[in-house]
């Protein structure tokens, strides 16, 4: 495992690309929730510093930054293309390696970077609550805290179905363009199913494993209740989203697609040239 973990870091380290594209996303993120912050809204009874306090902003920075996950899944296709363009996977064989350990060192790159993203998240949440919320406990500040637990599973999932792109197509660019032209295209595949049975393809799943946040709710600055007593100013409730799948489910069905998406590579990375 350490030797694995060291290869993909020389790897990934000695592309000056890669450096500069985790740079730039790392300023992406940060640049957006500031800018957001300075955001004033002129409607009365609503501001966007809900956002930024506990708990809500355990549901609002996790959102924000799973935007950025196919930004992560990019770079991730462009590293495995680079491997099959360079023929480092096939000279990694002949040094010794099994393929089933070319796609180890993927997995344990995939989880390196999703780890990197969580602590951004992690430590941007820390920061702006702190600063925003007047009145807190502890246990305000860690309510609501497991979402950033999800947003790491969701990181995961979207880089382990770039992982199955890059591994099928082996070209970079291909294996870009056909990974964003997937989300259009399932999106129209969707259509053609009854409404119950939408919420349970691939990208649906992943995706809702950090939905968005209830924004009439978090920014108003006075409670709002419905008929049963709840505070409540949800789209779902409203009838203009549809309700998403109970979160256990959500979690279980994406932890079974990143498994599948990795059985699948590994089965092609086994069975074709490299």
Do not use: C
Request: glycine share 6%; charged share 15%.
């Amino acid at each position: 495992m350490k030797k694995l973990l060291s290869l993909e870091k020389i790897k990934a380290l000695s592309y000056p690309t890669f450096k500069t594209l985790m740079i730039i996303h790392f300023l992406l993120f940060f640049l957006v929730v500031l800018v957001v912050s300075r955001i004033h809204f002129s409607i009365p009874g609503f501001s966007v510093k809900g956002l930024y306090q506990f708990p809500n902003i355990w549901e609002f920075f996790p959102w924000v930054a799973s935007w950025f996950n196919i930004f992560l899944t990019i770079v991730l296709i462009t590293l495995v293309g680079n491997e099959f363009s360079f023929k480092t996977f096939r000279q990694n064989v002949i040094d010794g390696l099994s393929r089933n350990d070319l796609i180890k060192g993927k997995l344990i790159l995939i989880f390196t970077i999703a780890v990197y993203t969580f602590l951004m998240v992690l430590i941007a949440v820390l920061i702006f609550g702190i600063i925003f919320t007047k009145e807190f406990s502890m246990n305000i500040i860690f309510e609501n805290s497991y979402l950033i637990l999800v947003y790491f599973v969701q990181a995961i999932g979207y880089m382990t179905l770039g992982l199955l792109f890059a591994v099928i197509f082996r070209n970079n660019a291909l294996s870009i363009i056909l990974f964003l032209v997937y989300f259009p295209v399932e999106g129209i595949i969707r259509l053609f199913f009854k409404s119950e049975y939408r919420a349970y393809f691939p990208l649906k799943i992943i995706s809702n494993l950090t939905p968005k946040p209830e924004f009439l709710t978090i920014a108003s600055e006075q409670s709002y209740t419905n008929a049963s007593g709840n505070s409540s100013l949800d789209f779902s409730e409203m009838g203009i989203l549809p309700e998403d799948l109970p979160l256990g489910i959500t979690l279980a069905m994406a932890a079974g697609y990143i498994g599948f998406f990795i059985a699948l590579a590994t089965v092609l990375l086994n069975r074709r040239s490299l």
